[in-house]
């Protein structure tokens, strides 16, 4: 196990540096350093400040240097707050891992248990409407869904029972002069969470199902039952394992593309995250800040990948691990 995990590393070491090179170029392309600059039309500083961001060099002998300065933890300063990139990355980190957390962890339980029971009672009442909701879940922008939620689920009820604070707050996760967690956090969490795994419990559900079905009509499954091995036992310790193991591809890619930012959640609820990040950042062509938010992404996905394949080994002995 541990030989195959060093290898997984070592195989991602050029998978990163290739990915982190396009995106270096991608941006550099795609953005302007000197745009601020050249509105001066003073040829003088324009020539200054590219010089001072070495854009008068090669793009080879840049990314060299960018990528020397970053692995040392020195990620520039941001060209729209001039804050240290590093920290404002690591700050925006903990928020988003904050509403990862929770979102996964409920999404994984609710879909899990919906996939499993719908495939057990396939075309019962409760198998219709779940596919029925997943198919509304899927189709429902986050967006309108953050806003509807923030409507009805906090200034109604306080509008209707007259409550001098709200029940859920929509925004940020914290009021002034709360931390830690408490019920403060709760409430400031629900919104974004609930947000966030709509469209996460919809798909997912929908994985599970398909994938517990193809294991219920295996071989070994028709076997179990001819034994007179109990239903719970069949479905629990012989299906729901083998069918895990599709959805934890799918869960793995989509938790390692959460950590670049839940770009929509985190405006619409003030969460001070890497989607928030992001969105700043570009609206406002901080380059260094985008450099470094893109290269933390890909390294998440990279991770979670390699989680993935962990887990095949965990979920299936048949899959040798070694």
Partial sequence: MLTYITRRILYSIPVLLIASFALFVFVRATFDPLQKVRGSR????????????????PVVEQYGKWLGDFVQGDWGRSERTRDDVWGMTTRALGFTVQLIFWGVVASAIIAIAIGVYSAVRQYSALDYTF????????????????????????FQPKQWFGLSNPLLYSIGLHSTGHSGIDLDYFQHLALPVLTLTVQIIASW????????LDVMSSDYIRTARAKGVPQR????????RNALIPLVTVMSLDIGALFGGLIITEVIFSVPGMGQLFYKSISSGDIITLEAWFVVAAVFIIIFNLVADLMYGFLDPRIRVG
Avoid: C, N
């Fill in 131 to 154: 596919t029925g909701l997943s198919f509304v879940g899927i189709a429902m922008p986050p967006f309108w869904f953050g806003i509807i939620a923030i409507q009805f689920l906090v």
């Fill in 205 to 212: 559900s929908r994985y599970q199902r398909a994938s517990m």
């Fill in 42 to 57: 003073d040829k003088e500083a324009i020539t200054r400040e590219r010089h001072r961001l070495g854009l008068d060099k």
């Fill in 233 to 240: 036992k069949v479905v629990f310790k012989h299906a729901l």
